[in-house]
């Protein structure tokens, strides 16, 4: 398949008026890219600053110059928006682009969200809480030395609206 052209990227608005009206290339990308480049509507794109080797165990990918010509991107939008090569690797600035499957993306998401409403009911019943997928889960759970660190917040009901300003001040 092709790359586009600087042309094809300035049918685009937010490419045109990039220089005058402001460009957010962490909103702007995402949706721009997988207009030219099809085949990346299935996946999702996130800016990696730095933690590459943990983006990596993650299931990301760099987005590379194999798969995005970053030369008509850049002449198409105003300078300080441009792409630059690093090694083969995308980067706009510090952050390099990463791509990640959306279904991949999603088990992950759904995942996190169930082990995190799991701790947290837990928490809130004030239950003892280990990892499902622990060989030893039933061994920590009956562990003397495991508990719940949950505490209540006392919040005020009273008529009394709280003070503000300055504490007084003690003797």
């Known amino acids: 398949m092709a790359h586009p052209k600087p042309s094809d990227w300035k049918r685009h608005d937010e490419i045109i ?7 957010n290339h962490l909103d702007a990308l995402p949706k721009i890219i997988p207009e030219e480049y099809p085949w990346l509507k ?14 990596t165990t993650l299931g990301w990918q760099h987005l590379k110059t194999e798969h995005f010509d970053t030369d008509s991107f850049n002449q198409a939008i105003a300078l300080r928006f441009g792409l630059s090569d690093d090694g083969g690797l995308i980067k706009y600035m510090n952050n390099y682009i990463m791509i990640i ?4 993306r ?8 169930r082990e995190s ?6 928490q809130a019943e004030g239950q003892k809480y280990v990892i499902e997928d622990d060989p030893r889960a039933a ?25 503000r300003g300055r504490p007084p001040k003690l003797p």
Not at 151 to 163: A, C, H, K, Q
Request: charged fraction near 30%; glycine fraction near 8%.
């Open 42 to 55: 299935d996946f999702k794109m996130g800016f990696c600053d730095g933690e590459i080797p943990l983006w």
């Open 117 to 122: 409403e799991r701790l947290y009911s837990a």
């Open 17 to 23: 008026n990039a220089g005058s009206k402001g460009f």
């Open 101 to 104: 499957p959306k279904d991949l």
């Open 139 to 163: 061994e920590f759970i009956n562990n003397e030395n495991v508990k719940s660190e949950y505490e209540s917040t006392v919040i005020n009901t009273g008529s009394e609206p709280p003070r």
């Open 106 to 113: 999603e088990k992950q998401m759904a995942a996190r969200h």
